[in-house]
């Protein structure tokens, strides 16, 4: 995805928490709260209090960056990768959302999950330790083997001989 | 007295000292690695403490988190990359002290100036937390509500670039955390009949995703673009004088390091703040009453006193708030505070009556984690040194393995595996969307007891709304939070304009 200027990042962001807050205090909130017992406060009070902040804040902030714009206030676009990287600290976050790169990595998380109740722990999580170096870049066949294996083994009888944590081997 | 004897004698027996030790000699390495700092790394490790006693729990912990502080420094001096954001202002003198060959002299005055100011802030810190505990045993309900909506509040506030922000973060958390088992009716709430929901959220796979696996998700993002990789340490000179910090160099920044930590104690105890704030703070006021203010930022040992002694004093005194009140002022001390909760304690000033001798055995913990940050500092320095050049190809698919495995091993439970996968893609977004991790978790842990507190009130004053004005401590701090609340969300508009 290509990087968004700030304000059509605010604008996603509040237009999202909106219909969030919207469908929790709608849908949400009410068909999945035990009724009111009769003594103490509601069950629903804390969860309605939390989702109406929500939806309170984000408005305002919508009302707050739309007279922005009206005023011709210039929020910065963030067109470097990494704009705010020359503050010095080095501890801003990316101006751009880049999904692929997420889905990457998630999806082999998640068969790493699936593959431990199919077929066991060893060879999806070898699988898993081979395909995460590759795809962090490693190219070095040794490397990446030996580290697979190590990583792997070690885990292994951490998890199974020195916590007694029930895991499926193969 | 003998509860007090009693605690540091379980504090000195050999199973936890090992575990004090291993955890600050853990936290300095972790540290030591751009990207990884002390609350991810006891996100980490936290599914380990299931299987430790209390004390071993919690002085590990608490080690693991001292050593992270010190260890930021290693990278920061070294690569002028901070290992953890408070090291920060360590980068503006400890570099160019390594760009002249005396590295190793930068990063001995790291460790001296962080153990002093660490010392101090838990002197501080055990002397006062018993008696403030005492006192704040007289606050009721309507205090503690009170008082939890007004740290959520400061840290929605601090947290972030907008309290707005701030305050959607936190009641997000807020939200989360009621995930479960209704404490009045005791029935599923929010659970959308996912049966494994109705014991709630745990922490851990929460904290890993949020913490650990989001950040890893973020500097991958980096290293794909070619940013962030480590490079190779820099060569350290072989003369005496630019190896070692002598006597007198030391004591020359006594003033410094004093100031320092008072600072950080300072900030330490507010919550909200953190230790980057005490580090910069430091480092501005001690720029400002040197004698040679314009060699700060080209080398100066004064800088590094400054930043590091008071970082690091950052970490007993934001224990303060939560032995005396249960309210963790930043993410090291809310993750800290889910550990006491894992071992079936609740932090806050019941934990002195009920858990005297574990409290003093803890104290104890966090003296010698001081005492052995300094040898573990003093003869593993080179070694440390050594963690700042994993290369990043390797490093991170170990962390994002490990994150896998560490929501698993809490419970044995798959389903917390993908709650940890579900919070890191979270995670992932609120950092993009520039959301505070920070409020969303404090939230999170902080819910039980804020909604405890609002029953206790409404069932104590039968519906009486106008109870907070009967109680002029409840009543002040409410109108503190609604001050903060207004006096941030204004002073956006003004910035904004």
């Known amino acids: ?170 | 007295m003998e509860m007090i004897l009693a605690g540091l004698m379980d504090s000195l027996s050999p199973v936890s000292l090992i575990y004090v030790f291993v955890g600050v000699a853990v936290g300095v390495a972790i540290g030591a690695i751009p990207g990884i700092n002390g609350p991810m790394a006891i996100a980490l490790f936290i599914p380990l403490t299931y299987y430790m006693s209390p004390l071993a729990a919690i002085g590990f912990l608490v080690g693991l988190n001292k050593g992270a502080f010190f260890g930021g420094a290693i990278s920061a001096v070294l690569l002028r990359t901070p290992g953890t954001p408070e090291a920060a202002a360590t980068t503006w003198d400890g570099y160019p002290l390594t760009d002249q060959g005396k590295g190793e002299k930068a990063l001995r005055m790291a460790l001296y100036s962080s153990v002093s100011g660490d010392f101090i802030s838990t002197a501080v810190l055990v002397l006062i937390a018993a008696p403030l505990a005492t006192v704040a045993l007289y606050m009721g309900p309507p205090e503690m509500f009170a008082l939890i909506s007004l740290a959520l509040t400061v840290i929605a506030g601090i947290g972030t670039k907008s309290i707005s922000r701030g305050l959607v973060a936190a009641s997000a958390g807020l939200l989360a955390g009621m995930i479960g088992t209704e404490p009045v009716t005791a029935l599923p709430r929010l659970t959308f009949d996912i049966y494994q929901l109705e014991s709630g959220l745990s922490l851990i796979p929460v904290a890993i995703g949020l913490l650990a696996f989001s950040e890893i998700l973020i500097q991958l993002e980096r290293l794909k673009f070619g940013v962030g990789d480590n490079e190779g340490a820099r060569r350290f000179s072989d003369k005496p004088e630019d190896k070692f910090v002598t006597l007198k160099e030391f004591f020359a920044n006594t003033k410094t390091l004093l100031r320092a930590s008072a600072i950080g104690i300072g900030v330490g105890a507010m919550p909200g703040l953190g230790a980057p704030v005490a580090s910069f703070l430091s480092y501005d006021q001690a720029q400002k009453r040197s004698k040679k203010p314009e060699e700060f930022g080209k080398g100066r040992l004064e800088g590094i006193a400054a930043s590091e002694a008071a970082n690091s004093a950052v970490v007993g005194a934001s224990l303060i708030p939560l032995f005396v009140l249960g309210i963790p002022g930043n993410l090291a001390v809310a993750m800290l505070m889910g550990a006491f909760m894992i071992h079936g304690m609740m932090p806050g000033p019941l934990l002195f009556q009920e858990n005297s001798q574990l409290m003093y055995g803890i104290f104890g913990s966090l003296m010698i984690a001081s005492f052995f940050l300094l040898i573990i500092g003093r003869f593993g320095l080179k070694l440390f040194c050594k963690a700042v050049q994993i290369p990043s190809v390797v490093l991170y698919p170990l962390v994002i393995f490990t994150c896998i495995m560490g929501a698993y091993l809490g419970q044995s439970s798959m389903f917390d595996v993908m709650v940890m996968l579900v919070f890191g893609v979270i995670g992932y977004f609120m950092r993009k969307f520039d959301f505070s991790y920070v409020a969303f978790l404090i939230g999170f842990i902080l819910v039980p007891e804020w909604e405890r507190a609002l029953q206790q009130v409404v069932i104590i004053s039968q519906f009486d709304t106008f109870m907070f004005f009967r109680r002029p401590v409840a009543m002040l701090l409410m109108a503190l939070t609604f001050f903060v609340v207004i006096r941030t969300f204004l002073a956006g508009v003004r910035k904004k304009d």
Do not use: C
């Not at chain 1, 170096?133 to 294996?149: D, E, M, T």
């Open chain 1, 1 to 170: 995805m290509a990087a968004l200027t700030r304000i059509q990042r605010d604008t996603l962001a509040y237009v999202l928490i909106v219909l969030a807050s919207v469908v929790l205090l709608v849908w949400v909130i009410p068909a999945y709260t035990p009724a009111y017992p009769g003594y103490g406060a509601s069950p629903a009070l804390v969860p309605n209090v939390a989702a109406t902040i929500m939806l309170i804040m984000t408005i305002l902030s919508i009302v707050r960056t739309m007279v922005a714009v009206r005023k011709g206030i210039e929020l910065l676009a963030e067109d470097s990768t990494f704009p705010e990287e020359g503050e010095g600290t080095g501890f801003t976050q990316a101006g751009r959302l880049d999904i692929p790169h997420l889905i990457r990595f998630i999806v082999p998380s998640v068969l790493f999950v699936i593959g431990i109740n199919t077929v066991g722990y060893i060879p999806s999580a070898l699988g898993f330790m081979l395909l995460l170096q590759f795809l962090v870049g490693s190219r070095n066949p040794v490397r990446i083997l030996v580290l697979s294996v190590v990583a792997v083994a070690f885990m292994y009888a951490a998890m199974r001989y020195g916590f007694g944590v029930p895991i499926p081997g193969y």
